[in-house]
């Protein structure tokens, strides 16, 4: 089979390139997981900290990709859930204990990061961490639902939010335009204001019905009961900081931060940043319940992923694209066309 692989760990502006396409043999699956072939596979800002060492692989070299949407072309003996010809999807979650709290285990095992992912035209994975797909999205519409819409959908759920609270969003990217639908879809009369450093991220936010867009430092019409972040970096920790109603809280949605602007947190002043009762909260990974939630909610609204495609062979440009930021939606990969 096809593959993208990372060979070694380092900087996208010293290495532009950082994954090479290779010839692998097509794994096969346990007894206890299915085979899947790859149709489409989303790119996350997590390969970003993966690549560049913020959360590195145990072991190189590694497929990475964990926003996964194929085929079963092969069952396990042991497999119950799934059949061949089914359409399903993977997420970050490839395996862990199975409990209520799996994101926090010890036995979370990361796809594309602690196993192959999904940047390949053929993946395994245990039963229990793939998921049936809803017919009402295509394959690039579904990609970025595993991670982006669903650790956002956690993200929300960490919010705490009631309907009629008004709920703030800071970075606009894959996660951010997801949870945007979804925050009206939960919460129809709660007032929704983005916050995103390019002017067309703001206007795809308005059109996406948020009720006030502006830049990161701009202050908005209104104080905020709850603020996710979904920046690599400090300075939108510490605005939305600022915009938050006593005793809100701002979500952090970040598997890592960025250290370019690491000198602002110096200027945290607990008597504007924290004081009354004001909370941080981290998202760390998620649930295949969380997805399950997710991805039947989303059906219902049913959610219009916005994504851009990119052929296998173009990982390394969909990386670089994602890292200049300023992206309208998602990217995804197009690995198998049928």
């Known amino acids: 089979m096809r593959a993208m692989t990372l060979q070694q760990i380092g900087s996208l502006n010293d290495n532009p390139e950082p994954l090479q396409l290779v010839e692998l043999p097509r794994p096969a699956p346990a007894e206890d ?187 908005p019409p209104l104080k905020l009961q709850a603020i996710i972040d979904t920046t690599p970096a400090w300075k939108p920790v510490l605005e939305a900081l600022k915009n938050l109603e006593p005793g809100g809280r701002l979500v952090i949605n970040a598997i890592r931060k960025e250290s370019q602007d690491n000198h602002l947190l110096a200027e945290l002043s607990y008597e504007r940043h924290l004081w009354m009762e004001k909370e941080i909260k981290t998202v760390a990974n998620v649930t295949a319940r969380d997805i399950e939630q997710f991805l039947a909610i989303a059906a219902q609204i049913p959610m219009k992923p916005e994504v851009r495609t990119f052929p296998l062979g173009e990982a390394n440009l969909a990386l670089q694209e994602l890292r200049k930021g300023h992206l309208r939606g998602a990217n995804v990969l197009i690995i198998n066309s049928n």
């Open 33 to 219: 997981e299915i085979l899947i072939r790859v149709a489409v596979c989303g790119v996350c800002h997590t390969e970003l900290d993966e690549i560049e060492g913020r959360t590195p692989p145990p072991r190189l070299p590694v497929i990475p990709g964990h926003e996964v949407i194929g085929h079963v072309e092969e069952v396990g003996t042991a497999v119950r859930k799934h059949k061949v010809g089914d359409r399903v999807g993977v997420g970050w979650i490839f395996r862990s204990s199975g409990g209520v709290a799996e994101n926090l285990s010890r036995e979370f095992v990361a796809t594309g990061r602690d196993v192959n992912g999904g940047y390949a035209e053929y993946m395994t994975v245990h039963e229990r961490y793939a998921y049936a797909i809803p017919s009402v999205f295509s394959d690039a519409e579904a990609a970025p639902l595993l991670c982006a819409g669903g650790v956002g959908y956690r993200a929300l759920k960490l919010a705490e939010l009631e309907d009629g609270q008004p709920l703030g969003l800071t970075g606009f990217g894959g996660s951010g335009h997801l949870v945007l639908q979804l925050a009206r879809h939960l919460y129809p009369t709660s007032a929704i204001c983005v916050f995103a450093r390019s002017a067309a991220e703001r206007e795809f936010a308005l059109e996406l019905g948020a009720t006030w867009a502006g830049d990161t430092e701009d202050e």
